[in-house]
C-alpha cells in the first residue's frame, strides 16, 4: 500500500494511492472522452480514476483490465437481488418472447403491476408508471400543484430528488451561500437554473420540526407540496424519533399534500416502502430502483383526489415507455422473490452483521469512527456523532472527512471491494451477497482502520 502524508487546516491526514491495474479503462477513458462528457455517457462516472464495468453477476462486478469486485454500489441502488438474477431475467425474456417490448398502449402486465402496488403500499388507491425517480417526482409535483392550485415546493436541504430543474436545488449547497438554519436559502445545483424556478422553492433543515412548522404556518396558502426523504441517502441521514410522523401531521394541518420520495426506500426496506413499515400517512409517494432489480421502471402513487387527476384529468401524464412489458414483468417478478418468507429478515440480518462487525473493531481501537445506517444500507462515517442534518455533514467534511472517505475508498477497491465514490456513502448489500463477501468487507474494513488508527483518532 503506498500513502502518503497531507495536511489540510492543521490537521494530519492521509492518502491511499490506487494500486490496482486500470490500464486499459484509463486508455478508454481517454477514447470516451472524444465521445462523451467526462467519458460517461450516462454521467455516471468519476474521473480519470474510473473504471469501465465489463459484466456483473449476482454480488459482483467485473472491471475491462479484469479487475473483480465484491459490489456495494448496486447500480445506485436498484439491485436487491443480485446482478443478472436469472429469475428476473427468464420472466423479461419470457415476456420479449410471447408478448413483446413495446406497445405505448395499454395492456395487462403495467396493470397487474398497478393492482400490485395497491395491495402492498397503504396509501396506493392508485398508480401511474414512468421510466425513473425524476420522472415521477415532476409528476407528483404537478399534481400537487393542480390539486391546490398552490406553486410553492418545500424541500430539505441535501435531498436529492431528481435532476429536473424544479427539484435539482439545494443538495449539496455551499453552505456560505445558503444562509443559516433558520433561514436556507436555495441555490440551484446546475447552471442553466431560471432565478424564477428558485423563489418557488423553499428549502428547510432536515429533522427540525419546530423550523417546519413555522415555515409552513407561514406559507401554507402558498405551498403546493412538501417533499421528502425518509432517509437522505445521498449523505446518509437517518430521521429522529418522530420527525416524519410530526411532519405528515403538520402537513395535515395546513392542508398541504404530503409527498414522500421512496424511490431509494421503496421495496428495499420493505414491499409496502417505508410508507408502510414506519407508518407514514402520505399523499402521494414515489417508488423506483429496487422494484426491477435494475429494470427501468419508476411508479407515483396516491390517494384517489390527487391521482384522479392524471390524464384523462387535467394534468397531463405521458411517457413513450411508461408502462412497457419489459419492465412490467421485471417488476413483477421481483416483486415476486421479495414477498417469499423471510426475504427481508434475511437481507436486514446481513445489514446488521456488517455494522455490528465494524463497530466492534472501533470500539477495540478506539478511533472516532461509527458504522450506521438502516436495513441492508450500512455507511462507515468517520466521526462519533451520527450525522443528523446536511451542515452536519458539511462540518464533516471541512475537518478532513472528505479525505478519510476517499482514502477508505480507495482502500476498499485496492483490496477487490466496491463501494461508491463520493463524500460519504451509503453502501447497499442485496441477497446476492454471501456470508464470505461480508466477512471480507469486515476483515479488509478492519486492516483499514488498524493501518491508520492514529489518523482516525
Same mark, same amino acid.
Given at each position: 500500500?503506498?500513502?502518503?502524508?497531507?495536511?489540510?487546516?492543521?490537521?494530519?491526514?492521509? /492518502?491511499?494511492?490506487?494500486?490496482?491495474?486500470?490500464?486499459?479503462?484509463?486508455?478508454?477513458? /481517454?477514447?470516451?472522452?472524444?465521445?462523451?462528457?467526462?467519458?460517461?455517457?450516462?454521467?455516471?462516472?468519476?474521473?480519470?480514476?474510473?473504471?469501465?464495468?465489463?459484466?456483473?453477476?449476482?454480488?459482483?462486478?467485473?472491471?475491462?483490465?479484469?479487475?473483480?469486485?465484491?459490489?456495494?454500489?448496486?447500480?445506485?441502488?436498484?439491485?436487491?437481488?443480485?446482478?443478472?438474477?436469472?429469475?428476473?431475467?427468464?420472466?423479461?425474456?419470457?415476456?420479449?418472447?410471447?408478448?413483446?417490448?413495446?406497445?405505448?398502449?395499454?395492456?395487462?402486465?403495467?396493470?397487474?403491476?398497478?393492482?400490485?402496488?395497491? /395491495?402492498?403500499?397503504?396509501?396506493?388507491?392508485?398508480?401511474?408508471?414512468?421510466?425513473?425517480?425524476?420522472?415521477?417526482?415532476?409528476?407528483?409535483?404537478?399534481?400537487?400543484?393542480?390539486?391546490?392550485?398552490?406553486?410553492?415546493?418545500?424541500?430539505?436541504?441535501?435531498?436529492?430528488?431528481?435532476?429536473?430543474?424544479?427539484?435539482?436545488?439545494?443538495?449539496?449547497?455551499?453552505?456560505?451561500?445558503?444562509?443559516?438554519?433558520?433561514?436556507?436559502?436555495?441555490?440551484?445545483?446546475?447552471?442553466?437554473?431560471?432565478?424564477?424556478?428558485?423563489?418557488?422553492?423553499?428549502?428547510?433543515?432536515?429533522?427540525?420540526?419546530?423550523?417546519?412548522?413555522?415555515?409552513?404556518?407561514?406559507?401554507?396558502?402558498?405551498?403546493?407540496?412538501?417533499?421528502?426523504?425518509?432517509?437522505?441517502?445521498?449523505?446518509?441521514?437517518?430521521?429522529?424519533?418522530?420527525?416524519?410522523?410530526?411532519?405528515?401531521?403538520?402537513?395535515?394541518?395546513?392542508?398541504?399534500?404530503?409527498?414522500?420520495?421512496?424511490?431509494?426506500?421503496?421495496?428495499?426496506?420493505?414491499?409496502?416502502?417505508?410508507?408502510?413499515?414506519?407508518?407514514?400517512?402520505?399523499?402521494?409517494?414515489?417508488?423506483?430502483?429496487?422494484?426491477?432489480?435494475?429494470?427501468?421502471?419508476?411508479?407515483?402513487?396516491?390517494?384517489?383526489?390527487?391521482?384522479?387527476?392524471?390524464?384523462?384529468?387535467?394534468?397531463?401524464?405521458?411517457?413513450?415507455?411508461?408502462?412497457?412489458?419489459?419492465?412490467?414483468?421485471?417488476?413483477?417478478?421481483?416483486?415476486?422473490?421479495?414477498?417469499?418468507?423471510?426475504?427481508?429478515?434475511?437481507?436486514?440480518?446481513?445489514?446488521? %452483521?456488517?455494522?455490528?462487525?465494524?463497530?466492534?473493531?472501533?470500539?477495540?481501537?478506539?478511533?472516532?469512527?461509527?458504522?450506521?445506517?438502516?436495513?441492508?444500507?450500512?455507511?462507515?462515517? %468517520?466521526?462519533?456523532?451520527?450525522?443528523?442534518?446536511?451542515?452536519?455533514?458539511?462540518?464533516?467534511?471541512?475537518?478532513?472527512?472528505?479525505?478519510?472517505?476517499?482514502?477508505?475508498?480507495?482502500?476498499?477497491?485496492?483490496?477487490?471491494?466496491?463501494?461508491?465514490?463520493?463524500?460519504?456513502?451509503?453502501?447497499?448489500?442485496?441477497?446476492?451477497?454471501?456470508?464470505?463477501?461480508?466477512?471480507?468487507?469486515?476483515?479488509?474494513?478492519?486492516?483499514?482502520?488498524?493501518? %491508520?488508527?492514529?489518523?482516525?483518532?
Amino acid at each position: 500500500m503506498v500513502k502518503s502524508c497531507v495536511y489540510l487546516w492543521g490537521i494530519s491526514l492521509f /492518502e491511499v494511492k490506487m494500486t490496482i491495474d486500470l490500464s486499459k479503462s484509463k486508455a478508454y477513458y /481517454e477514447e470516451a472522452c472524444r465521445y462523451a462528457p467526462g467519458g460517461s455517457p450516462d454521467g455516471k462516472g468519476w474521473g480519470p480514476e474510473q473504471f469501465y464495468v465489463a459484466e456483473a453477476h449476482g454480488s459482483q462486478i467485473q472491471d475491462i483490465d479484469g479487475n473483480r469486485y465484491i459490489d456495494y454500489h448496486a447500480g445506485a441502488g436498484p439491485i436487491i437481488l443480485g446482478h443478472s438474477d436469472q429469475e428476473v431475467n427468464r420472466a423479461v425474456l419470457d415476456t420479449i418472447h410471447d408478448t413483446g417490448v413495446q406497445f405505448a398502449q395499454p395492456h395487462r402486465l403495467e396493470v397487474e403491476l398497478t393492482k400490485k402496488l395497491q /395491495e402492498l403500499i397503504p396509501g396506493a388507491d392508485k398508480s401511474a408508471l414512468c421510466n425513473a425517480g425524476t420522472d415521477a417526482l415532476q409528476l407528483a409535483v404537478r399534481l400537487a400543484r393542480t390539486h391546490t392550485g398552490r406553486s410553492k415546493v418545500v424541500k430539505f436541504e441535501g435531498a436529492y430528488h431528481g435532476w429536473s430543474d424544479g427539484l435539482a436545488i439545494s443538495t449539496n449547497p455551499d453552505p456560505d451561500v445558503a444562509g443559516t438554519m433558520s433561514d436556507l436559502q436555495a441555490v440551484p445545483d446546475t447552471s442553466g437554473t431560471l432565478p424564477s424556478i428558485l423563489q418557488d422553492t423553499i428549502v428547510i433543515p432536515y429533522n427540525d420540526l419546530d423550523i417546519a412548522s413555522e415555515r409552513l404556518e407561514k406559507e401554507k396558502h402558498n405551498i403546493a407540496c412538501v417533499i421528502v426523504e425518509p432517509i437522505i441517502h445521498g449523505h446518509g441521514i437517518l430521521p429522529k424519533d418522530g420527525f416524519l410522523q410530526g411532519l405528515s401531521e403538520l402537513c395535515r394541518s395546513c392542508n398541504i399534500p404530503f409527498v414522500l420520495d421512496e424511490i431509494i426506500t421503496g421495496f428495499r426496506h420493505d414491499l409496502g416502502g417505508l410508507q408502510r413499515k414506519w407508518n407514514i400517512d402520505v399523499d402521494l409517494a414515489v417508488y423506483g430502483k429496487a422494484m426491477a432489480n435494475g429494470y427501468v421502471v419508476s411508479a407515483i402513487t396516491g390517494k384517489n383526489n390527487l391521482m384522479d387527476h392524471l390524464t384523462p384529468g387535467p394534468a397531463f401524464l405521458s411517457g413513450t415507455y411508461n408502462g412497457n412489458p419489459v419492465s412490467a414483468a421485471a417488476s413483477l417478478k421481483t416483486i415476486e422473490v421479495l414477498e417469499r418468507p423471510g426475504f427481508y429478515d434475511r437481507l436486514y440480518a446481513k445489514g446488521a %452483521f456488517i455494522r455490528e462487525e465494524i463497530n466492534r473493531i472501533i470500539n477495540e481501537l478506539g478511533i472516532d469512527a461509527v458504522a450506521y445506517g438502516y436495513g441492508s444500507v450500512w455507511a462507515l462515517y %468517520f466521526d462519533k456523532i451520527i450525522p443528523s442534518n446536511y451542515r452536519d455533514i458539511i462540518r464533516f467534511l471541512r475537518d478532513g472527512g472528505k479525505e478519510k472517505y476517499t482514502s477508505y475508498f480507495r482502500f476498499m477497491l485496492n483490496n477487490g471491494i466496491f463501494i461508491p465514490p463520493g463524500r460519504v456513502a451509503r453502501n447497499y448489500i442485496y441477497a446476492a451477497h454471501s456470508d464470505d463477501d461480508l466477512q471480507k468487507t469486515v476483515d479488509v474494513t478492519a486492516r483499514f482502520l488498524r493501518e %491508520f488508527q492514529s489518523s482516525l483518532r
